[in-house]
C-alpha cells in the first residue's frame, strides 16, 4: 500500500501558460473554436515529473495558439507548459485536477476552446508537515492476524509504513504536544521504533522528561488485563531498588492462589538468583538477558528457578514456579485499626482496574459500617486506570454533601479539540463525580455508599500514578483535606485512551486533567510538605520511605504508622532523628510490573 490516497487541500489555483505555434490571423470570417485532445488520468509519486504532450486541433490552421493549464491543488501536484509540452511535478500524497485550455491568437476574435480536465494522483513518499486521515492507514497490516476461536479482527493485508503512517497521522491529531513532535519519515523506521519516536522530548521544571508515559502492550494481553485483571507471570510485584550491580530486587506484594502464593513468597523478600544467574552482581549481557527472562516469562507454563532470601530468615531457599495466568486482586488488606480517637479504616487499593468497581464498593460498605473516622488509602503501587472509577471512589470517600454536582476532573485536549472528545465524539463536559456505579463490574446506575470523610490519608510512592493522583487532586479541587505519607508521586496529571492497531495497543498522551479549582499542575508529582517539591504541589504529610520489613495493614509499617502519628498529633513522627532523615533520602525504588508482565527490565552495568 502507497502513502497517496486523498488528501483534502485548501483548493489553490496554479496557472501556468506559453504560446504554441507560429503567428496567424483571423483566418477569414469565421474564427473557430479550437479543441484541445483528451488526456487521460495520470499516477505518479512524490517528486516524480511527468511530461505530457498537448494536442490542439483549429480548423482555422493559420492560428496559432496558447496553452494554459493549472492545478486545483498545487500544493498536491503543480503544472507547467512549454510549447505544447505539460510537465506534472508530484509534490505531496493526494490527487489534484489539472485543467488544459487553448486559445488562438486571432487578435480580437480570440476563441478559446473548452476545459479538458484529468486528474493526477500522487502516490508515495513523505513531505514534513503534511499530513493524510489516521483513517486511511488505519487496520492496514504487515502481518494481519487470522480470525479463530470467534475473534474476528479487522486487519487487512498492508506494510510496515501503512501502520507508520497511521502512528504517524494519529499522533499528530490525538497527541496532546503534537507540535513538539519531530516529523521524521516513517519509511525509515521499524513500528515500534517509530513510535518511539511520536512524542515529546521536552523536560519538566525538574528535569524529567516531560513525557514518561509512551508505551504499548500487545492488544489481547491489554484487553484482558484492563477488564479482568489477567496476565501471564507469577503473581508477584517486585521493587527493584537498584537495577545496576549491586542490585537488590525485593517483592512488594503477590496476588493470591497465585504460583508465587503457592510458593510461599512474601513482601519483602529478595530474589538472589534466577536460573543459576546472580541476580545481585551479574554483569554479562547473557547475565541480563537470564534475569529478565526469569523475571518476564513470554508464555504459559514457562519454569523458572530462583533463589529467595525470605524477610527475617537466616538462609535463601531455592523455589521454582512455573509461569501461569494470573488474575490481579487490586483491592487488598481491608480492615479498621482501633485507635484512641476512633476507628481508621485502611485498605491497600494497587489498580483501577474494571474488577476493581465491585471490590472498592464492598470495601467501602465494610469500612462504613464499622463507622471508621478517618481512612488511610494505600495507592503506593497503584498506576491508575479507568478515570470513571477514580471519580466512583472520590465519591465514596467524600459523601454527597461535598461531591455531588461538582467536578472531579475537566479533561482538555490539544487546541485541535476544544468543543468535542475527537475519540468518543462527544461535547467535551467536565467528569463529575459519580454517585452511582458505571458497570464495570457490578451493574450500573447503583447508588454508591459513601464514608463522608472531610479527610484522607494517602499512602503514595514513585508508583502511585495517573488515576491514583486523579483522586487526589480531584478531592482537593473540593476541599476535602488530601495528607500525604510516603515519597512523591510519578507526576502524570494526563490520560490516553488506549488505542489498537495491527494487534498492537498504543498509549500516548491525548488530555491532561484539571480538578474544580483548575489545578492539573503536578507533572513533577505530588510532595509530602516536609520534602521538596514544585509550588502548587505539596501537600500535608511526611517523606516516609517504602518499609519492607512489615506487612500491610501493621500499625509498625513505617508509612502506616507515620498516618497515624499524623494523624493524632498533626505532625510527622521524629522528624530530626537520623534514622528518620535517612530514610528521607532513600529512594523509593522502581515498580516493576508483576513478574511475567511487561514492565521495566533488568538494566546492563552499562545502561
Same mark, same amino acid.
Given at each position: =500500500?502507497?502513502?497517496?490516497?486523498?488528501?483534502?487541500?485548501?483548493? !489553490?489555483?496554479? /496557472?501556468?501558460?506559453?504560446?504554441?505555434?507560429?503567428?496567424?490571423?483571423?483566418?477569414?470570417?469565421?474564427?473557430?473554436? %479550437?479543441?484541445?485532445?483528451?488526456?487521460?488520468?495520470?499516477? !505518479?509519486?512524490?517528486?516524480?515529473?511527468?511530461?505530457?504532450?498537448?494536442?490542439?486541433?483549429?480548423?482555422?490552421?493559420?492560428?496559432?495558439?496558447?496553452?494554459?493549464?493549472?492545478?486545483?491543488?498545487?500544493?498536491?501536484?503543480?503544472?507547467?507548459?512549454?510549447?505544447?509540452?505539460?510537465?506534472?511535478?508530484?509534490?505531496?500524497?493526494?490527487?489534484?485536477?489539472?485543467?488544459?485550455?487553448?486559445?488562438?491568437?486571432?487578435?480580437?476574435?480570440?476563441?478559446?476552446?473548452?476545459?479538458?480536465?484529468?486528474?493526477?494522483?500522487?502516490?508515495?513518499?513523505?513531505?514534513?508537515?503534511?499530513?493524510?486521515?489516521?483513517?486511511?492507514?488505519?487496520?492496514?497490516?504487515?502481518?494481519?492476524?487470522?480470525?479463530?476461536?470467534?475473534?474476528?479482527?479487522?486487519?487487512? %493485508?498492508?506494510?510496515?509504513?501503512?501502520?507508520?503512517?497511521?502512528?504517524?497521522?494519529?499522533?499528530?491529531?490525538?497527541?496532546?504536544?503534537?507540535?513538539?513532535?519531530?516529523?521524521?519519515?516513517?519509511?525509515?523506521?521499524?513500528?515500534? /521504533?517509530?513510535?518511539?519516536?511520536?512524542?515529546?522530548?521536552?523536560?519538566?521544571?525538574?528535569?524529567?522528561?516531560?513525557?514518561?508515559?509512551?508505551?504499548?502492550?500487545?492488544?489481547?494481553?491489554?484487553?484482558?488485563?484492563?477488564?479482568?485483571?489477567?496476565?501471564?507471570?507469577?503473581?508477584?510485584?517486585?521493587?527493584?531498588?537498584?537495577?545496576?550491580?549491586?542490585?537488590?530486587?525485593?517483592?512488594?506484594?503477590?496476588?493470591?492462589?497465585?504460583?508465587?502464593?503457592?510458593?510461599?513468597?512474601?513482601?519483602? /523478600?529478595?530474589? !538472589?538468583?534466577?536460573?543459576?544467574?546472580?541476580?545481585?552482581?551479574?554483569?554479562?549481557?547473557?547475565?541480563?538477558?537470564?534475569?529478565?527472562?526469569?523475571?518476564?516469562?513470554?508464555?504459559?507454563?514457562?519454569?523458572?528457578?530462583?533463589?529467595?532470601?525470605?524477610?527475617?530468615?537466616?538462609?535463601?531457599?531455592?523455589?521454582?514456579?512455573?509461569?501461569?495466568?494470573?488474575?490481579?486482586?487490586?483491592?487488598?488488606?481491608?480492615?479498621?485499626?482501633?485507635?484512641?480517637?476512633?476507628?481508621?479504616?485502611?485498605?491497600?487499593?494497587?489498580?483501577?482496574?474494571?474488577?476493581?468497581?465491585?471490590?472498592?464498593?464492598?470495601?467501602?460498605?465494610?469500612?462504613?459500617?464499622?463507622?471508621?473516622?478517618?481512612?488511610?488509602?494505600? !495507592?503506593?503501587?497503584?498506576?491508575?486506570? #479507568?478515570?470513571?472509577?477514580?471519580?466512583?471512589?472520590?465519591?465514596?470517600?467524600?459523601?454527597?454533601?461535598?461531591?455531588?454536582?461538582?467536578?472531579?476532573?475537566?479533561?482538555?485536549?490539544?487546541?485541535?479539540?476544544?468543543?468535542?472528545?475527537?475519540?468518543?465524539?462527544?461535547?467535551?463536559?467536565?467528569?463529575?463525580?459519580?454517585?452511582?456505579?458505571?458497570?464495570?463490574?457490578?451493574?450500573?446506575?447503583?447508588?454508591?455508599?459513601?464514608?463522608?470523610?472531610?479527610?484522607?490519608?494517602?499512602?503514595?510512592?514513585?508508583?502511585?500514578?495517573?488515576?491514583?493522583?486523579?483522586? =487526589?487532586?480531584?478531592?482537593?479541587?473540593?476541599?476535602?483535606?488530601?495528607?500525604?505519607?510516603?515519597?512523591?508521586?510519578?507526576?502524570?496529571?494526563?490520560?490516553?485512551?488506549?488505542?489498537?492497531?495491527?494487534?498492537?495497543?498504543?498509549?500516548?498522551?491525548?488530555?491532561?486533567?484539571?480538578?474544580?479549582?483548575?489545578?492539573?499542575?503536578?507533572?513533577?508529582?505530588?510532595?509530602?510538605?516536609?520534602?521538596?517539591?514544585?509550588?502548587?504541589?505539596?501537600?500535608?504529610?511526611?517523606?516516609?520511605?517504602?518499609? #519492607?520489613?512489615?506487612?500491610?495493614?501493621?500499625?509498625?509499617?513505617?508509612?502506616?504508622?507515620?498516618?497515624?502519628?499524623?494523624?493524632?498529633?498533626?505532625?510527622?513522627?521524629?522528624?530530626?532523628?537520623?534514622?528518620?532523615?535517612?530514610?528521607?533520602?532513600?529512594?523509593?525504588?522502581?515498580?516493576?510490573?508483576?513478574?511475567?508482565?511487561?514492565?521495566l527490565k533488568i538494566a546492563s552495568p552499562e545502561h
Open positions: =500500500m502507497t502513502f497517496g490516497r486523498l488528501f483534502p487541500r485548501l483548493g !489553490l489555483l496554479a /496557472a501556468a501558460s506559453v504560446i504554441a505555434g507560429c503567428g496567424g490571423g483571423g483566418g477569414g470570417d469565421v474564427n473557430f473554436q %479550437p479543441l484541445v485532445g483528451a488526456i487521460g488520468d495520470q499516477t !505518479l509519486a512524490v517528486g516524480e515529473t511527468l511530461s505530457i504532450q498537448a494536442s490542439v486541433s483549429d480548423r482555422n490552421p493559420e492560428d496559432s495558439h496558447r496553452i494554459t493549464a493549472s492545478s486545483s491543488d498545487a500544493s498536491v501536484a503543480s503544472v507547467t507548459v512549454s510549447g505544447t509540452m505539460l510537465t506534472v511535478n508530484g509534490v505531496a500524497p493526494g490527487t489534484a485536477t489539472i485543467t488544459v485550455t487553448a486559445r488562438d491568437n486571432s487578435g480580437e476574435a480570440n476563441a478559446e476552446s473548452l476545459p479538458v480536465r484529468f486528474s493526477v494522483t500522487v502516490s508515495g513518499g513523505w513531505v514534513e508537515g503534511r499530513f493524510e486521515p489516521a483513517s486511511q492507514f488505519k487496520d492496514f497490516c504487515a502481518n494481519p492476524r487470522t480470525s479463530r476461536g470467534g475473534a474476528v479482527f479487522p486487519d487487512m %493485508p498492508g506494510e510496515v509504513l501503512d501502520e507508520n503512517n497511521w502512528l504517524r497521522s494519529w499522533s499528530n491529531d490525538l497527541y496532546l504536544w503534537y507540535d513538539e513532535i519531530i516529523d521524521r519519515d516513517p519509511a525509515l523506521h521499524s513500528t515500534p /521504533a517509530y513510535f518511539d519516536l511520536l512524542r515529546t522530548f521536552e523536560k519538566t521544571p525538574s528535569g524529567n522528561d516531560k513525557d514518561r508515559f509512551h508505551f504499548t502492550y500487545p492488544t489481547a494481553e491489554w484487553e484482558a488485563l484492563s477488564q479482568s485483571g489477567t496476565a501471564v507471570g507469577y503473581g508477584a510485584h517486585v521493587v527493584l531498588l537498584s537495577r545496576r550491580p549491586p542490585r537488590e530486587a525485593v517483592v512488594a506484594y503477590i496476588e493470591p492462589a497465585s504460583p508465587a502464593f503457592q510458593a510461599d513468597l512474601g513482601r519483602g /523478600a529478595r530474589i !538472589l538468583e534466577i536460573d543459576g544467574v546472580d541476580l545481585v552482581n551479574g554483569r554479562t549481557e547473557a547475565d541480563v538477558d537470564a534475569l529478565n527472562a526469569g523475571l518476564f516469562p513470554s508464555e504459559q507454563g514457562e519454569s523458572h528457578e530462583f533463589v529467595i532470601q525470605d524477610l527475617g530468615a537466616n538462609e535463601p531457599r531455592t523455589v521454582t514456579m512455573r509461569a501461569t495466568e494470573v488474575t490481579s486482586d487490586p483491592v487488598q488488606h481491608v480492615q479498621v485499626l482501633d485507635t484512641d480517637q476512633g476507628p481508621v479504616g485502611y485498605m491497600l487499593f494497587n489498580d483501577f482496574i474494571a474488577t476493581a468497581e465491585r471490590e472498592l464498593i464492598d470495601a467501602v460498605n465494610d469500612l462504613a459500617a464499622a463507622g471508621v473516622a478517618d481512612l488511610v488509602l494505600d !495507592l503506593r503501587y497503584n498506576g491508575g486506570g #479507568f478515570l470513571d472509577i477514580a471519580s466512583e471512589l472520590g465519591f465514596m470517600i467524600a459523601g454527597p454533601s461535598a461531591a455531588q454536582g461538582r467536578t472531579f476532573e475537566v479533561i482538555e485536549f490539544n487546541d485541535k479539540h476544544r468543543q468535542f472528545n475527537p475519540v468518543t465524539g462527544r461535547l467535551l463536559e467536565p467528569v463529575p463525580f459519580h454517585d452511582t456505579s458505571i458497570g464495570f463490574s457490578v451493574p450500573a446506575n447503583e447508588p454508591l455508599p459513601s464514608l463522608n470523610l472531610p479527610r484522607v490519608i494517602v499512602l503514595t510512592g514513585g508508583g502511585t500514578c495517573s488515576a491514583s493522583e486523579s483522586v =487526589m487532586n480531584g478531592l482537593r479541587g473540593i476541599d476535602v483535606e488530601v495528607v500525604q505519607v510516603g515519597n512523591a508521586t510519578c507526576g502524570k496529571p494526563y490520560g490516553f485512551y488506549p488505542t489498537g492497531n495491527c494487534g498492537t495497543t498504543y498509549f500516548t498522551i491525548q488530555f491532561r486533567g484539571v480538578n474544580d479549582k483548575g489545578f492539573g499542575d503536578f507533572a513533577d508529582g505530588f510532595f509530602p510538605s516536609d520534602a521538596p517539591g514544585p509550588d502548587g504541589a505539596a501537600l500535608p504529610g511526611c517523606a516516609v520511605a517504602d518499609d #519492607f520489613d512489615h506487612g500491610f495493614g501493621d500499625p509498625n509499617e513505617a508509612r502506616l504508622a507515620a498516618a497515624l502519628h499524623f494523624r493524632e498529633r498533626g505532625t510527622c513522627p521524629c522528624l530530626d532523628c537520623p534514622t528518620e532523615a535517612a530514610a528521607k533520602r532513600q529512594a523509593d525504588g522502581i515498580p516493576l510490573a508483576p513478574m511475567g508482565m511487561h514492565g
